[in-house]
């Protein structure tokens, strides 16, 4: 009897998608997991087909984050370094590559947090997002969400460790858009779709620009760093011209 893979990932049409798939334990991870999410997310930077990542879950959950059992075992073992999930969601958060988070059912702890690394985080009317490191004696997600809802709002959904919905999701910023269920694989697909069909270098330097305005860095010089490599050279000559033309076109 063949036992499902963990993780599954495919490349297609500029989109590298990474599917957990983990579905009788919500996706929670694991140290195997937790390893092939980060050689997938190596193998997806190294791939010039790859021009967008999006990570999903299976069969109506995201991710619940760190297998309990696990972690409670390397726990009372006295390993301090155990922490699988947390060194996947940082190398999710290293790649230069755009990454789309689509988000359906609970997102939780480590789960949460690998949303949180993600660009952009599209979520079905069924998703549900928790930082409940707090009421286990850790601290999950204090970093990257303030960048996302402002200080204020992380420190409420941190201290207290709530379930937010999807529609309070939306109105605090952590969320890009909700889409219904049934619309909500075409919704992952057409921004996906849209992004990989824009430069791949223009985008690597928009998304490294925006983090160092969002971080205190000279997203500035960035900007004019990134228009004076870029203009003018073969991607951008190319892609002009198209346009150009396509302008031109319907007039």
Known sequence: MMTEPLLVTTVAG????????????RNAITTELGG??????????DDDNVVVIVIEGTDGSFCAGADMAQANEENLKGNRRFDPSARAAQRIAASTKPIIAAVDGPAYGAGALIACTADIRIASDRARFRF??????????AA????????????????????????????????????????FPAAVDEVASAIAAAS????????QTIDASVSGGDARGMEQQADQLLRGGADHVARFAKATQRIVGRS
Do not use: C, H, Q
């Open 14 to 25: 500029g989109v590298g998608r990474l599917r957990l798939n983990r579905a009788d334990k």
């Open 36 to 45: 092939l999410i980060s050689e997938a997310m190596v193998a997806f930077d």
């Open 132 to 141: 409940p490191g707090s009421e286990y004696g850790l601290v999950i997600g």
């Open 144 to 183: 990257a969400l303030p960048k996302i809802v402002g200080a204020p709002v992380a420190k409420e959904l941190i201290f207290t460790g709530r379930a937010v919905g999807p529609e309070e999701a939306l109105r605090l910023g952590l969320v890009n858009r909700v889409v219904p269920l049934a619309d």
């Open 200 to 207: 791949p270098l223009a985008l690597r330097w928009a998304k």
